[in-house]
């Protein structure tokens, strides 16, 4: 398996961005699909967005399209989410996860997870 590390959440009014980053360790990280998911308190864990190992294909949640872009780096272990028009809903920790399967707007995470960044979209 290999180890995530997310960073980059906060707090930030309605309308602003964040990047968040999850550095990986291990030599396989560039074999992975990668992927973010997010869970806001009482509800469940969803899915955000997803890229493939070679970065050439992408896919978003409905909450998140148009709005959130995945990118990766593979020379660097590390996979992006960049997160614009922030809403006082996208509030929820957000979570690194590697080896997801799936397609389209439906995909499920694989076994390894991060230990989660906040983020908080204030009103």
């Known amino acids: 398996q290999v180890q995530l590390v997310e960073s980059g959440g906060g707090l930030v009014q309605t309308g602003g961005s964040l990047r968040l980053s999850c550095a990986a360790s291990g030599r396989t990280f560039s074999r992975y699909v990668m992927g973010w998911f997010r869970q806001a308190p009482g509800k469940e864990r969803e899915f955000v967005a997803a890229?493939?190992?070679?970065?050439?294909?992408?896919y978003y949640g409905d909450s998140a399209k148009g709005r959130f872009t995945i990118s990766r780096d593979n020379a660097k272990n590390t996979v992006y989410l960049q997160m614009n028009s922030l809403k006082p809903e996208d509030t929820a920790v957000y979570y690194c996860?590697?080896?997801?399967?799936?397609?389209?707007?439906?995909?499920?995470?694989?076994?390894?997870w991060g230990q989660g960044t906040q983020v908080t979209v204030s009103s």
């Open positions: 890229i493939t190992w070679s970065g050439g294909s992408t």
């Open positions: 996860n590697a080896d997801l399967y799936g397609n389209g707007n439906s995909w499920h995470g694989g076994g390894s």
